[in-house]
C-alpha cells in the first residue's frame, strides 16, 4: 500500500469532478455567457437540475452564477418546453418525455424538456459539454434516450454486505436496517442521473430474511426515505421480492399465485407501497432459481407466477421485472445432456406471449452466467410477443473483481451490436431491448452495480469507467466507443493527451488481455468455487453447478452444436449454422461451441494448445504494459489516484502470473505438449 | 434420516453402557461375590472409583451392592496398597504409580494401587471384565501404564465450535465463556478414565482473542472448576497458549523468551495459574506454524521459545509440550525444492539436546498431515536427547469425518509398531516414546478428540471406538488390535457372535476401505480446500500449502528420493534405503515418496493406473458390503444406533461413489489411458 495521504475527494467525485476551465479565453467566454441562471417553473427535480447547474459551472468557473427571477431572458435558461415560445413544434416532437434540448439562441442557452427528468439529463449534457471546453456556440443539441428503462439493480443486503460487491461495503444498509446519513445516497443518485439511469432495485434479487420485509410497514418508511432521494434525480425504485413473502410475512399456508388469498395478499401489500410511494416502479423476481422459491413450487409455470404480481401492481402502473436466469443448480457434473446454456430459452421460450403487458424478462447475457466471454442468450430474437430487458454486470465477479482493470464496455457493445437475425438483418439485441424490432410496452437494459461505500465508489478508480459507460450505453447504444472513453477520461482526470492516450489504450485493452490470462476462448470459469477469484482450472469441473470445461488429455470444450446438446438450434437459423460450423464459429467463442483437439489448427496457424500458451504468456505482458503507459502518467495526475490506480495494477501483474502459470501447468501436465517457444511451464 | 425416537442413553453411554449379565449362571455367582464393597482410603479420585464400581455393579446385577465400612472383609475391597497386608512386596513392586492389582483372594476382590488413579484404574478394567462375563476366579490382574503421559488434545474454541470437530459443538465453551452445565463434561471424564487417558489439554492449539486469556483471573477459575472434575478421575489439565500473551494480554512490547520481562510476565501468569490449580499439567504450544506468532518472530530457535517457558512452570512441577508442526505455509506450487515433508525435522533435529528436561516435543504423525496413509516421522528415531511424544488425530479430518466409518487403530498400530532402527532393531516408535529406546523424563502420546456435544459423543457411532481403542493403545501400545475391537464392540453392543464378527469385519477392513476410495498410495490430500471433506484432486495443487501431487499425462508422486527432495535421507539408512528404492519402498507408499508413471506395474501385475481403477470400483463395493454386514445385525442391535449407522454407511456409499468417480474420471481424462475392465468412467 501506498503511504501517500489521499485526497479522497478526488476518487470520490468520479466523472462530476468538474475542474477549473483550463483554456484561458474559453473561460473568459464562458463567464460571459453563464453568469446568470433563469429558473422557469419549480419542481424536486428542476431543483435538483438548478443545483447540479450552479455547483458545476460554479466549480468550472471559479464564480458562482448568478439566480435571476424566472423573468430574465439571458445567461441560462432553464425550464419545461412550453415555457419558451422560441421552440419550433418540430423541436418540440422530436423529444420524448425523458429527451431535452439544449438550444443556444440569441445569447441565451435553453435547456428544456417535457418533464423534469428531460431537463436534468440536460443540464448534466451541458455541464458535460462544459468540462469537454465545446465553445458556446457548438452548444445546441436534441437528444432522446434509446432505452425506456435504463436501471441498476443493487445486489446489497440489508446486513451491509454486498453479494459479488467488490467496493467495501453497502451505502444503503448496515446491521440489518437502513443506514441514517443520506448524503451518500444522494451522491450516487447523482452520478446515476448525471450519464441518464432512470431507476434502481434497492436490493438483492436474493433476498432475504430481513429484505423479505421490507414490502412491510417495519421498512417502507425508510423505503419512501430513499425513493424521495432517488425521485429528485429522476430515478424511480423498485425492490426485489421473496416470491414466498405470502408464507414468509403473511402467515399464509401457500405463494401459490393462483391462490385467491395470495393474490389478495399481494393486492394489500402494492397498495401499501403505493401509499408510501405513489411513483414506485415494481418488482424484480428471481424465482425457482438457485434455492429461491417461485411458482414451480405450485405446479405454476412463470407466466402464471409473474401475471399475478402484474394484475396487482396494473392499477398504479407498477410492473414487474422478471429474471430468466433458470436453470438445474444441482446438475450432476456426469451427466452430459443437461446443458445449462439451454436452460433460460427452454424455461421461457414456450411462454412468449403469455405474459401481461406490465412484466418484463429480464435476461442475463450470457446464457451461462456473466463470463468473460460467452455467446449472445437466445432468447434475443427469439422472444417476440414479450417485454424484454438485458442483464449486464457492472461488479466484476468473473473479470478481475475490482483489482484487475478490465473495462466492460467493448464486451458490452459486442453483445448490443449482435444481429439476432430474428426479423432479417439488423434485429440487434440493441434494437430488440429498445422496442425498435418488435413493439414493446416496457424494455431496456439493466445491469448490477459495482458500488460500495470505498472512498473510490467501485474499489479500483479505473472500475468507474464501468459505471460511466454502462450509463452512456444504456442511453443510447449506438453510442461510440471511443466517444465514451475519451469523455470519461477527460471528465475524471485530464484532457492532457498523453493522459488521454495512454489510459484509453489501458481500457480498450484490457476485456481482451483479462481474457489472455484466464479462462481461453469462451470456456468460461476455471475460478476458485464460491468467491470466484483466482485460478481453479477444475474449480468446477466435478459440480453441481452445470459449468465443465471437460478437459482430458486429447482435448477441451463442449459440443454445444446440433451433434452435442443442441444449444446452437436455440439461435435463428443463420446464427446456428455460423456457431454449428466449427469453421464459421468466432474462434473466440470456440471452446463454448464445440470441443477441440489441442492439435487443432487455428486461423493464425496455431495449434489451440499454443494459442492457449502464447496468450497466458502474453496477457502478462500486457499487464506489465499497462503498468508502464501508467508509470508514463506520474506527473500528469494527482499522486493519490496515480498511487492507488499503480497499487491495482501491481497486484494485477502478480495475479495475472498465477494465472498464467496455473492455467499453462494445467494444460500442460494434461495435454502433454510442450510449449514450442519453450517458455517456463511448471 | 431415520423417524424412528431415539434412545439417546445407549448412543451416549458409549462402552459405559453396563447392560445386565446374560449368563444366569454367572450373574448367580457374581451377586454372590460382588454384593458388598469395602472402601480403605479417602480422595475424590478414590471417591469417584467408588462410584463407577457402585455404578457399573449394579446395571450389570440390576441390584446395588451394599457399602460397608472399611473394616468389612469380603465382598469388593478397594483401597492404596498398604491397607492390604496379602498383598506380597513383589506385587507392590510390580506396579507404579499408576498401576494396579486386581487380586481374588480368599473370598475378597481386591482392587488397589499406590494411587487414586491406580485404583481408578482397577476399578474400571474390574468392570470390563465383568462385562465380559469372565468368571470371577480368573479375576487376577496385575497392570501398567506403557506410556507415562496419555493425553487428548482439545480443539476447542471458546465461541462453541471446534476445530475439524464433526459431533456438533465444544461441550466445554460457548458464546466465549465456559457451559454452566457440568454433567457432560464428567462424563467425558469418566469416559477418558475408563481407558486411561491421564491428561487434557483444555482448547485448540490455535489460540485465538478470548482463548488467549485463559491464564488470566478472567477465565481461571472457571478453568479451575474444570480441573477439579478432571482431577476426580485422574486427569491433569493443560492449557495451549498464545506465545504472543505478553503482547497481547501483557501489555508489553515484546513477547521475545529472552527479555526480562516477558520471562517475568510468564512466571507471574504461572504462579497464578498454580495458585488456582495446584497440580496443573503445563502449556501446550504450536508457535511459528500456520500464523502462529512464536520465537522466530525475536530471531530465537524453538529451544529458547520452549526452554523460556518450562524454566517458569519448572518450580511447579509443570511441563510445556512443544508442537513440531512447523512449516512453510506460504510455499510457491512452483517450488519443487522445498518439501513439507521435511520440514519438522529440519526445524527440530538440530536442536535435539538443547530442550530443558520439562519440555516434550509433540510429533505429529505422519510428517505431513494426518492423511490416511502416510510414513512416520523421521524425528523419532532420529530425536535421542529429547523428551518426545506422538500426536495422533481421532477426529477424522482426512478419513471421513466421521460420516465415513474409518476404524484408525490398524493405522496407529502400524506408526506404533515401525521400526526406526535408531538404536539397533526393535527401536519402534512405540518404544520411543514410552522412553524405553532412549530414557526420557516425560514422554508418551497424545491425540486430538473427536468428541462434541452430539447426543452420539463422536458423530457416528462406530466412531467412539476410534475414541476407545487410542486410550487402550496409549494405556499399553502393544495391546492386540483384535482384543481391543473385541472389547469395544462386546461393551458398546453386545457379544452375540454375529455382532462381534460383523461389526469387527467392518472396522477393520474400514481404513483401507476409505483409502481405497480416496487418495492412492500416500499422495494423500485431493480434497476440497478448507473443510477438506470430499474429493477436489487438484484441490490444493496449486496452493500454497506445500502439499501437492504433480499429476500429469505420464504419472504422478512426488521424489521423496535423495535424487529428489532429500527426504529419505532423514531417517534411519535401513529405512531410507528401504524408501529409497522403488523396488523396496511399501507399494502403500509408493507416490509418497516416487514419481511414478502410470504404466509402471506393481507388485500384484497391474500397472499403477489401473491399480487406482481397480481399489477405486473396489472401495465402493466393500462400503456396500458394510451395508449388507450391518443389515444382517437388524434384530442383534438397538433400532436407534442401528438406524444411526445405517444412515452413514447410506451417506458413506453415496460419497464413496463421488469420490471413485472423480478421482478416476481425473485420472482417465489425464493419461488417457482406458479402464482395462471397460467400467464407467466419465
Redesign the interface.
Known amino acids: 500500500m501506498s503511504t501517500v495521504k489521499r485526497d479522497t475527494n478526488l476518487s470520490y467525485n468520479c466523472w462530476l469532478g468538474y475542474r477549473k476551465i483550463k483554456n484561458k479565453d474559453l473561460l473568459i467566454e464562458y463567464k460571459k455567457a453563464f453568469s446568470c441562471i433563469s429558473v422557469f417553473g419549480e419542481t424536486k427535480t428542476i431543483d435538483a437540475a438548478l443545483y447540479e447547474l450552479k455547483y458545476g459551472i460554479s466549480k468550472m468557473l471559479g464564480k458562482t452564477p448568478r439566480i435571476a427571477g424566472s423573468e430574465s431572458s439571458g445567461g441560462i435558461n432553464i425550464g419545461l418546453v412550453d415555457r419558451f415560445d422560441i421552440l419550433s413544434s418540430k423541436e418540440i416532437n422530436d423529444i420524448g418525455d425523458e429527451g431535452f434540448i439544449i438550444k443556444n439562441h440569441d445569447k441565451r442557452i435553453i435547456i428544456t424538456g417535457k418533464t423534469g427528468r428531460g431537463i436534468l439529463y440536460g443540464v448534466f449534457t451541458f455541464l458535460r459539454l462544459m468540462q469537454l471546453e465545446r465553445p458556446v456556440s457548438s452548444m445546441n443539441v436534441i437528444d432522446n434516450p434509446v432505452n425506456m428503462l435504463r436501471m441498476v439493480n443493487q445486489w446489497d443486503n440489508m446486513d451491509g454486505t454486498i453479494e459479488r460487491g467488490y467496493a467495501g461495503n453497502s451505502i444503503f444498509y448496515r446491521n440489518n436496517n437502513f443506514v441514517r446519513s443520506k448524503k451518500r445516497i444522494r451522491d450516487y443518485a447523482r452520478l446515476l442521473a448525471s450519464v441518464g439511469i432512470n431507476g434502481i432495485v434497492l436490493n438483492n434479487v436474493n433476498v432475504h430474511h430481513y429484505e423479505t420485509r421490507m414490502i412491510t410497514k417495519t421498512f417502507l418508511p425508510k423505503v419512501a426515505a430513499l425513493a424521495d432521494i432517488f425521485r429528485e434525480y429522476g430515478i424511480t425504485v423498485f425492490l426485489s421480492v421473496n416470491y414466498a413473502s405470502p408464507v414468509e410475512i403473511g402467515g399464509l399456508p401457500t405463494a401459490d399465485p393462483l391462490d385467491t388469498a395470495v393474490r389478495e395478499w399481494w393486492s394489500g401489500t402494492v397498495k401499501e407501497i403505493y401509499s408510501y410511494i405513489p411513483d414506485f416502479g415494481g418488482f424484480l423476481v428471481k424465482a425457482d432459481s438457485e434455492y429461491r422459491p417461485g411458482p414451480f413450487t405450485y405446479g405454476r409455470n412463470h407466466a402464471e407466477g409473474a401475471n399475478m404480481l402484474a394484475s396487482v401492481l396494473k392499477p398504479f402502473n407498477g410492473i414487474v421485472i422478471w429474471r430468466c436466469f433458470v436453470y438445474n443448480c444441482l446438475q450432476d ?2 451427466d452430459r445432456e443437461t446443458d445449462r446454456a439451454k436452460a433460460a430459452y427452454d424455461n421461457f421460450m414456450p411462454l412468449d406471449g403469455e405474459f401481461l403487458d406490465n412484466v418484463i424478462l429480464q435476461i442475463k447475457n450470457g446464457p451461462m452466467d456473466f463470463q468473460v466471454r460467452e455467446p449472445v442468450s437466445p432468447l434475443f430474437g427469439g422472444l417476440k410477443k414479450t417485454n424484454q430487458m438485458l442483464e449486464l454486470q457492472i461488479t466484476q465477479e468473473y473479470t478481475g473483481q475490482q483489482k484487475h482493470v478490465c473495462y466492460l464496455v467493448p464486451q458490452w457493445k459486442e453483445v448490443l451490436d449482435f444481429d439476432t437475425y430474428s426479423k432479417g438483418e439488423g434485429s440487434t439485441v440493441k434494437r430488440i431491448i429498445s422496442g425498435r424490432v418488435y413493439p414493446q410496452k416496457y424494455c431496456g437494459i439493466a445491469a448490477v452495480s459495482n458500488i460500495g461505500d470505498d472512498e473510490t465508489w467501485t474499489g479500483h478508480i479505473l472500475a468507474q469507467a464501468n459505471l460511466y459507460g454502462y450509463g452512456r450505453l444504456a442511453w443510447n447504444p449506438d453510442m461510440d466507443m471511443n466517444g465514451i472513453t475519451d469523455e470519461w477520461i477527460i471528465l475524471t482526470f485530464s484532457d492532457h493527451p498523453t493522459v488521454v492516450k495512454n489510459i484509453k489504450s489501458i481500457l480498450l485493452n484490457s476485456w481482451r488481455t483479462y481474457e489472455n490470462y484466464t479462462s481461453p476462448l469462451g470456456i468460461g470459469w476455471m475460478v476458485n468455487p464460491g468467491h470466484h477469484y483466482g ?4 474449480g468446477y469441473e ?1 459440480s453441481k453447478w452445470g459449468t465443465y470445461h ?5 482435448g477441451i470444450g463442449v459440443d454445444r452444436t446440433v451433434k452435442g446438446t443442441g444449444y446452437t438450434a436455440q439461435y435463428h437459423k443463420r446464427n446456428a449454422d455460423m456457431y454449428d460450423n466449427i469453421e464459421s464459429c468466432p474462434e473466440e467463442l470456440l471452446l463454448f461451441f464445440h470441443r477441440v483437439p489441442y492439435n487443432y489448427r487455428l486461423k493464425s496457424g496455431k495449434t489451440l494448445i499454443q494459442h492457449i500458451y502464447d496468450t497466458h504468456f502474453e496477457g502478462v505482458e500486457q499487464v506489465r504494459e499497462f503498468k508502464s503507459k501508467w508509470l508514463s502518467l506520474k506527473d500528469l495526475i494527482d499522486p493519490e489516484r496515480f498511487e492507488h490506480v499503480l497499487d491495482r495494477l501491481n497486484t494485477q501483474i502478480e495475479d495475472a502470473i498465477e494465472w498464467r ?2 492455467v499453462n ?2 494444460f ?5 505438449i510442450p510449449d514450442e517457444k519453450g517458455r517456463k511451464i ?1
Chains 1, 2 share one sequence.
Open positions: 457434473w456426469r485460478p481453479s482450472v477444475d466435478y471437460r478437459a482430458d488429455c486429447f502459470d496455473v501447468t494445467y500442460y501436465r494434461k495435454s502433454g511448471y
